[in-house]
């Protein structure tokens, strides 16, 4: 069974950077396209971005445009999550989740990871 683990949260400064990393153990990853949904304390759960299983296509929510970028390395079983320009808003927990556009827009994944944490703030 596909296992999904997130790393590379933790708290950085308005401005800063952070790139989160989304590994597959149990299968390969090749075959799924992979999405980064977040979810802040008393808000909605937000689908952030996905990339094909080829990495031939790529999504951004309108909130993360122009600043985030993902990335695969299917030899390596990893989907990245670059953050740059972060804002306090961004502050969430974000996990990954085998999800390709549609399933971003609606929410719906059949494996996610548990997350990690990303805090933005002076």
């Known amino acids: 069974q596909l296992q999904l683990v997130e790393s590379g949260g933790g708290l950085v400064q308005p401005g800063g950077s952070l790139r989160l990393s989304c590994t597959a153990s149990?299968?390969?990853?090749?075959?799924?396209?992979i999405g980064w949904f977040r979810q802040a304390p008393g808000k909605e759960r937000e689908g952030v971005s996905c990339i094909g299983s080829s990495a031939g296509s790529t999504y951004y929510a309108d909130s993360a445009k122009h600043r985030f970028i993902i990335s695969r390395d299917n030899a390596k079983n990893t989907v990245y999550l670059q953050m740059n320009s972060l804002k306090p808003e961004d502050t969430a927990v974000y996990y990954c989740?085998?999800?390709?556009?549609?399933?971003?827009?609606?929410?719906?994944?059949?494996?996610r990871g548990q997350g990690t944490q990303v805090t933005v703030s002076s």
């Open positions: 989740a085998t999800a390709g556009f549609w399933e971003l827009v609606q929410g719906q994944y059949d494996y």
């Open positions: 149990g299968s390969t990853l090749d075959s799924y396209a």
